[in-house]
């Protein structure tokens, strides 16, 4: 792989590249679903290839090829230059990059049992277990479960002389019970909704999650959902479990610090931000107890926005997004860092595969855990309801109003859990949701959850992102508005 | 060597259009597969070969500042044996990748229960042609975008504003073989231009897409979206509440969109759809019509589905009642009636979908239904649509690039963009008027055939701060 790294950048060179960067991609995956009883999908897939982005007068090029030969990667590098060459004709500036270092490494992301290596067999039958527990309580009417894992290695190589080599592992399972009665769906789902979740991990994961431990009460909720009271539309005390903060993260912290989208970048699909340049470190972006990261480092934990690397060769940081509620930082790039000031990137380019380019994404955007036990959290709460696990989520396109709704949500009251309720939502301001935070549980409650399906970019480009979260409290929310027409 | 195969050998010189290969090469994989798979006793083969050239030119603040071109080939298989599937797919293409793909499948295959509702591989078939691959749109080049992006972008300039968007272009062709002497070819090409301009803290948007790229003008796209974006500054802040509203056929497609895969046979037998207990109903106003029909004019897409089944053309929704729905073979089998071409490449859990919808337009002019409207809001497009309930088919969402009051028949001032938690179902019973269906492209669902609608008490539930 290292030849073709080598050869293309060469060529570009000498086509008349001033930069750049190549990375070959070689990505396995299977994908494992069961529907009521039966095996639904069974595959599995394989792709490798190279893609090289340039500079050549000044402007960017890329290119991509499943064409392995030094032919075929000579071919994609010139058409790289020859595409940086027409963008000159519609630049204003010329590329400007920060400095970064060289780096020649190897690194391995954790992976304790190798899922490719594990006897389909066993994945097979313990998702159709899962499965008929779920579908054997009475009221559902559809059971499904899923399972993916891909393995993906990158070898990355610049102009400037970086090599480097990344193998991670990624798994993911969830199982899902809906319940057809009368006029209504209920749904519920474990361990998160959307399929579920995954990490940097090998097939360890699947076997910690417990998919059968899990499946009787997953079908015995959403069968129940259908008798519970509809969740009220009134402004009150809300707790949300932590895959749904995890999401309410990714969506209204996570997005609005992507600098491509501040600098108008993505103004055309994904949108822009809020959050612009005049608000670094001159926001209230929530209450004091909040602290925000965005860490790529596996230190933080095996999430999916772990690397050692990021894809133009930066290595993994930890930035303070948000400090006792100040906001206090932006995700950035080499070529963006030096717009806010910084002398480094923050390592956030990830691309989707070898023929897509590198842009800003999340690595880790996770909360940090507070003092509460969760226990402790309600016992302290007289009057709140407390959602979980998320069935939709929706927010404008510069990051300010949100509506998420959840599959099930419980009434709190004097301290205590009570009657579940059905229908849940909730909605809101970004910053005034956030700064209304007033309690986050501890580390004991504290998940790395990870969201497979973030989508962005042009040509649309799909990446993991990890959100560490705990249950935390919010005050004065607005509940109930999405059914407050019906 | 072929003239086309001496171009595709010379791709990447110039940065330009670049060729397919003969569609006989791909042929000429499949062939190979099914002969590597009988070498090793697989009772039933079928292989895709899917091969695509596509290229980017992307823009913000007036440059181009991502510019991406990328091809690729993929080969599919599914094996078929003792009623056990599985598929298997790479980029591989040398033998020896592609055997080892084949034992991959089976190896798949042989680890999983019996499914005796597994049905034998699909035999030769007759398929419509339809054409599609437009020459011009195969040969534009990264410089011809460049230049198109580079006029829009100095009308935006000249005019106080900053465009940011896409104009991309490209080709594909897919080859279905099997086993059992199936063989299915198509090939197409496509071109979108998408444009935001920008002036202060406005914003507006116009997009289209062809198989031809000179079916649409970038120029005029960027006018269009320039003028509204030049009346969409100060809004004002309105009430949340229940308004008339004209939607543009961007916002209509990207709301009936969620619909389409309540059609399939295997949704409703889930009972995950909303049609599920209504189907034969009259659930929408009698002025709605929606059928699938792969072979329109405006549409692009294979005439065969994921097993080589011909596409049929279906009448879905017939003045307002729900007619018929979508079927696989498998599905079709159970319900007892005949597959219409729409299902999924196997093995899959979710069956068949309607892929190719055309909702049936009326006469009306977006200007007419603007001067018919006491008050009401123009909606150019919507965003981050998402299903709050399944069965009522609850849609929340976001208005987007121009939304602008009318009061007494006239277009007035923009307004700011609104939360909406609107039934789809409600909604197609409040229609009022309906202009000429056209191709419509968003961002939430895939381009379809849909009139713009002028449609009466559509619920805003909350307001945002631009």
């Excluded at chain 2, 009636?337 to 979908?353: C, D, I, S, V």
Aim: aromatic share 6%; net charge neutral.
């Amino acid at each position: 792989m290292w030849d073709y790294c080598g050869h293309s950048l060469e060529v570009a060179r000498r086509r008349g590249a001033t930069y750049a960067d190549v990375r070959v991609m070689h990505q396995r995956q299977r994908d494992l679903t069961t529907k009521s009883g039966r095996v639904g999908t069974l595959g599995q897939s394989e792709s490798i290839g190279l893609g090289i982005r340039v500079v050549a007068n000044g402007a960017w090029g890329f290119a991509s090829t499943d064409q392995l030969t030094r032919e075929g990667v000579a071919g994609c590098a010139a058409q790289a230059v020859a595409i940086a060459r027409s963008s000159a004709l519609a630049k204003k500036e010329n590329v400007q990059m920060v400095p970064e270092g060289t780096y020649v490494d190897s690194w391995q992301g954790p992976c304790v049992k190798d899922p490719f290596e594990i006897p389909l067999e066993t994945q097979v039958e313990l998702l159709l277990a899962a499965d008929s527990a779920m579908h054997k309580v009475k009221g559902v009417t559809l059971s499904e479960t899923d399972m993916q894992f891909r393995k993906i290695d990158t070898w990355f190589a610049s102009s400037s002389g970086s090599k480097i080599h990344q193998r991670r592992v990624i798994s993911g399972c969830g199982i899902v019970a809906t319940s057809f009665k009368g006029d209504a769906i209920q749904k519920r789902s474990y361990p998160n909704s959307f399929g579920g979740q995954h990490v940097l991990a090998g097939y360890e994961l699947i076997e910690s999650m417990e998919l059968l431990r899990h499946a009787t009460r997953v079908g015995e909720e959403a069968v129940a959902l259908h008798s519970a009271a509809q969740c009220p539309e009134k402004a009150g005390t809300l707790i949300l479990g932590g895959s749904q903060l995890g999401l309410q993260i990714h969506e209204s912290i996570g997005h609005p610090i992507e600098l491509d989208r501040v600098l108008g970048q993505e103004a055309n699909f994904a949108g822009t931000s809020f959050l612009t340049l005049d608000k670094l470190h001159n926001l209230r972006y929530a209450s004091p107890i909040v602290n925000v990261v965005a860490d790529a480092r596996i230190a933080h934990g095996a999430g999916l926005g772990t690397f050692a690397y990021d894809d133009e060769g930066v290595p993994a940081q930890c930035i303070d997004v948000i400090k006792d509620g100040e906001f206090h930082g932006y995700l950035s790039s080499r070529e963006t860092a030096h717009l806010v000031g910084l002398a480094r990137s923050g390592g956030t380019m990830r691309t989707e595969s070898w023929n897509r380019l590198p842009m800003i994404r999340m690595t880790n955007v996770s909360i940090l855990p507070g003092e509460w036990t969760l226990d402790n959290l309600i016992a302290d709460t007289d009057d709140a309801i407390m959602m979980d696990t998320n069935r939709s989520w929706s927010i404008d396109d510069r990051r300010y109003q949100f509506q998420f709704s959840t599959e099930i949500a419980w009434e709190i009251k004097g301290g205590k859990k009570g009657r579940m309720l059905k229908n849940p939502s909730y909605s809101g301001i970004t910053t005034e949701f956030w700064n209304s935070c007033d309690a986050i549980t501890n580390a004991d409650n504290w998940v790395l959850w990870g969201t497979p399906n973030c989508g962005k970019g042009q040509p649309m480009q799909v990446m993991g992102t990890g959100h560490g979260a705990s249950p935390a409290r919010f005050r004065n929310v607005k509940m109930g508005m999405a059914f407050s027409n019906q | 060597m072929s003239p086309r195969e001496k171009q595709h050998a010379l791709k990447g010189d110039g940065g330009g259009a670049v060729a397919l290969r003969a569609e006989r090469q791909l042929h000429q994989i499949g062939a190979t597969v099914l002969r590597l798979a009988k070498e090793r006793g697989v009772p039933e083969t079928e292989v895709h070969i899917d091969e695509h050239i596509q290229a980017l030119t992307r823009f913000a603040n007036n440059t181009i500042h991502q510019h991406v071109a990328e091809q690729g080939l993929v080969v599919s298989i599914r094996t078929a044996a003792d009623g056990r599937t599985a598929r298997v797919t790479t980029n591989r293409v040398d033998e020896d990748s592609l055997r080892a793909a084949i034992d991959d499948c089976l190896s798949l295959a042989s680890h999983q229960p019996k499914d005796s509702r597994l049905l034998a591989m699909l035999g030769k078939q007759k398929y419509r042609l339809v054409r599609r691959f437009h020459a011009g749109t195969a040969a534009l080049t990264a410089e011809e975008r460049a230049r198109a992006v580079k006029h829009a972008c100095q009308f935006a300039e000249k005019h106080g504003q900053i465009a940011a968007g896409i104009f991309s272009s490209g080709q594909s062709q897919s080859v279905l073989v099997n086993s059992r002497g199936l063989s299915a070819a198509y090939r197409h090409t496509n071109a979108t231009f998408s444009i935001t301009m920008q002036q202060g803290s406005a914003t507006s948007w116009a997009k289209a897409n062809s198989g031809d790229v000179h079916q649409f003008d970038p120029l005029e796209l960027t006018k269009i979206a320039g003028e509204k974006a030049s009346r969409a500054e100060n809004p004002v802040e309105l009430e949340p509440g229940q308004y008339t509203v004209i939607l543009e056929p961007a916002a209509v497609l990207d709301l009936v969109g969620f619909l389409f895969y309540d059609f399939a046979a295997t949704a409703v037998a889930d009972k995950r759809s909303c049609l599920s207990g209504r189907l034969g109903k009259a659930i929408f106003g009698k002025n709605i019509t929606i059928t699938d029909d792969a072979y329109h004019g405006h549409q692009l897409g294979a005439p065969f589905d994921g097993e080589g089944m011909p596409r049929e053309r279906v009448v879905l929704v017939d003045r307002g009642v729900v007619k018929n729905l979508v079927y696989s073979r498998r599905s079709a089998k159970r319900a007892g009636t005949k597959p219409t071409g729409h299902g999924f490449p196997l093995p899959n859990e979710y069956g068949e979908a309607p892929l190719n919808l055309v909702v049936e337009g009326g006469t009306t002019s977006v200007e007419e239904m603007v001067a018919s409207t006491n008050r009401g809001l123009l909606v150019t497009r919507l965003w981050y649509i998402r299903e709050v309930d399944p069965y009522e088919k609850i849609m929340t969402g976001m208005t987007r690039d121009g939304l602008f009051l009318i009061e007494k028949g006239k277009m007035g001032r923009a307004a700011r963009n609104f939360r909406f938690n609107q039934s789809v179902l409600e909604m197609l019973r409040n229609v009022e008027r309906l202009g000429p269906a056209r191709r419509a492209t968003g961002e939430e669902a895939f381009e379809m055939v849909v009139p713009p609608m002028k449609i009466s008490n559509f619920h805003f539930s909350e307001v945002t701060k631009f």
